[in-house]
């Protein structure tokens, strides 16, 4: 339409132009040729309109193919004209009327078309300079947009503090190098990791140390890496790394790496701070195949590693998933449990190794879950200590432990020792003290009728504050046994000086006793060096005949397990013991 808008115009121009002169008699035109310069003008107009429209875009190509666009334009207008020309015949004797009535001065017509041509000229120059300078702004604008749009993506897929992608980025980069790994048949590892002691790092220093701590490790870690690997931030402490690998061994060197690199002390402003990593790698395809899946293996592998001891690597096993999702469902139930009356506790006899009659009871604690059954504590315990529960639940231990011992005493067993275990958080609670010594009152029973069984691991972690606690139980006149003696890294130094009354033999060693000549010996020595420390040697897990005589040859005080006695309900204990 455009084109033809144009070349009519331009031909409208022509022939108008041609009708002004006013011919005496008229011009003839050849139909043919008058045809022609209408279609060379239309032709003409539309590839020159083309061209220039297709060619908005700056370039030096660009202009060349602009002067080109004019050159057809000229070419248009002038065909168009001199077709036109070729299609007017001027009879013989025609005069120009417009010539002769006086009309316009040549001269003056000839002044008016070259002021109104360049008028018009310089109009559209100064209309494609003003385009051209908007367009220019334009441009600045849609750069300067661009830029913008750049740092939002940037901040909406990186972690503000460390620059690292963070969990949307990371959830890409893990689909895409699932992707390349199923096209190309490797693995994938997905490793969480978590940094231990950093929350002491912030609490003694100040988050803005802290800050700059997690800087340092990320720039340590991404050194470690290559540039195709990932390393992002969740937030916290909490970092990801994902790395195509072809072995399991090669997620296992760089988590080797990664855990020495962390573990190297940092100096940030004068201050070495010291902290180490806990890693939970899970693979592609051997653990699982979508992202999620993957995060969530490595995480609960992760919590697996922290929980054995922390500042290592641990690889997912089916058993960690399994663990991880019913122990969040525990966790509710748990905290439900002592309102709906679900714990109990059973009672294991001690006796005296060569065979005496029971000297007392190890209270056991139970959890009678109304759909898994009975749980024993090694399922729950972890729980409740992870969430604080342990401490009311420690509490109703010890009341319900304390309750149950009167009632013996009452029955005539004036003579029997309660024994109740305590764990790491309870001993680290403030009140402690004060709460056993009320539960004692409460329940009348002297002091001395009471053990507290302290695993090595708690009694070592904070020696001085130990210390303190336990002096401050023994002068009240309650006992206290190191109990799983031999799994944890005690120095002779401390427990010297523990006020500990009773060492309970770890039932590790016992089990073994009489295949290994190694637990033989450690058995024995633990025995010798009970005695040389004036404390109650105890073995538990005792479950045969044989090591019933062995321990008993070798001087152990106590003897605890199977063999002499499961655990069991107060009243069957009653009935079986009493
Ligand atoms: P522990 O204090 O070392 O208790 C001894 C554990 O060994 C008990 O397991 C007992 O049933 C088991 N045992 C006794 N004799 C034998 C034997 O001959 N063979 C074998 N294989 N095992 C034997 P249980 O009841 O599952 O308790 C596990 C751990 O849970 C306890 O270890 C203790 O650390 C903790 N625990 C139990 N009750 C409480 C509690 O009320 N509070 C706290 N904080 N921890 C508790
Ligand atoms: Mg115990
Ligand atoms: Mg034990």
């Not at 409208?12 to 209408?38: E, K, N, V």
């Not at 432990?401 to 003579?415: I, K, M, P, S």
């Amino acid at each position: 339409a455009g084109a033809v808008l144009l070349g009519l115009g331009i031909a409208s121009m022509h022939y108008l132009g041609m009708s002004a002169m006013r011919m005496q008699p008229g011009i003839d035109y050849h139909p043919g040729w008058f045809i022609l310069s209408i279609v060379i003008a239309i032709g003409a107009a539309g590839a020159a309109l083309w061209i220039a429209f297709h060619l908005r875009e700056e370039g030096r190509r660009v202009v060349r193919l602009r002067v080109l666009a004019s050159v057809i334009m000229g070419l248009a207008i002038v065909g168009m004209h001199y077709t036109g020309m070729a299609a007017a015949s001027f009879p013989e004797g025609s005069v120009c009327g417009a010539m002769i009535n006086g009309g316009i001065d040549a001269q003056w017509l000839a002044v008016l078309v070259i002021v109104t041509t360049l008028g018009t000229i310089g109009i559209a120059l100064v209309a494609s300079l003003f385009d051209r300078q908007m367009r220019l702004r334009t441009g600045i604008l849609a750069r300067s947009l661009e830029r913008a749009n750049d740092k939002l993506v940037q901040a909406a897929l990186h972690d503000p503090l460390t620059q690292l992608p963070n969990r949307s980025l990371l959830q890409d980069r893990i689909e895409q190098t699932l992707e390349k790994a199923r096209r190309r048949g490797h693995r994938v590892a997905v490793m969480f990791c978590d940094l231990d002691g950093f929350k002491a790092v912030n609490d003694a220093y100040g988050h803005q140390l802290g800050d700059r701590l997690l800087v340092a490790v990320s720039e340590r870690v991404t050194h470690l890496l290559r540039p195709q690997d990932t390393l992002a931030r969740l937030g916290g402490d909490e970092f990801v790394v994902v790395l195509a690998v072809d072995e399991p061994d090669d997620a296992a060197v760089v988590a080797e790496r990664i855990i020495a690199a962390v573990s190297d002390p940092f100096l940030i402003d004068a201050a070495e701070l010291q902290v180490s990593a806990s890693l939970g790698i899970a693979l592609y395809p051997e653990d699982a195949t979508s992202e999620r899946e993957l995060m969530g293996h490595a995480d609960a592998a992760m919590y697996h590693t922290k929980q054995s001891g922390r500042n290592g690597y641990t690889f997912f096993t089916p058993s960690m998933q399994v663990s991880a999702n019913r122990q969040l469902r525990l966790l509710q139930d748990l905290r439900r449990a002592t309102d709906r009356g679900e714990l109990l506790l059973h009672y294991q006899p001690k006796f005296m190794a060569a065979g005496a009659p029971a000297v007392g009871a190890e209270a056991l604690l139970r959890w009678q879950h109304p759909e898994l059954g009975l749980l024993g504590p090694d399922v729950f315990i972890p729980i409740a200590e992870r969430s604080g529960l342990i401490v009311p639940i420690g509490e109703w231990v010890l009341d319900q432990a304390c309750a149950q011992l009167r009632h013996w005493h009452d029955l005539g067993h004036a003579h029997w020792t309660m024994a109740v275990n305590l764990s790491p958080l309870q001993f680290a609670a403030t009140g402690l003290l004060e709460m056993v010594e009320a539960t004692l009152g409460r329940h009348g029973l002297a002091p001395d009728r009471l053990t507290l069984e302290i695993t090595e691991t708690t009694a070592m972690k904070n020696v001085e504050s130990s210390l303190l606690i336990l002096n401050a139980l023994t002068t009240l006149g309650v006992r206290i046994a190191i109990d799983d003696f031999g799994t944890g890294y005690s120095s002779l130094l401390y427990l010297k000086r523990m006020p500990a009354t009773e060492l309970k033999i770890d039932r590790a060693f016992v089990r073994d006793l009489e295949e290994s000549a190694e637990d033989a010996a450690i058995v024995a020595s633990i025995v010798a060096l009970g005695r040389s420390l004036q404390l109650q040697v105890v073995a538990e897990g005792v479950e045969t005949a044989g090591q019933r005589d062995y321990l008993s040859d070798l001087g152990c005080d106590q003897l605890q397990g199977y063999h002499l006695g499961r655990p069991m309900p107060a009243d069957e204990f009653l009935r079986n013991v009493g």
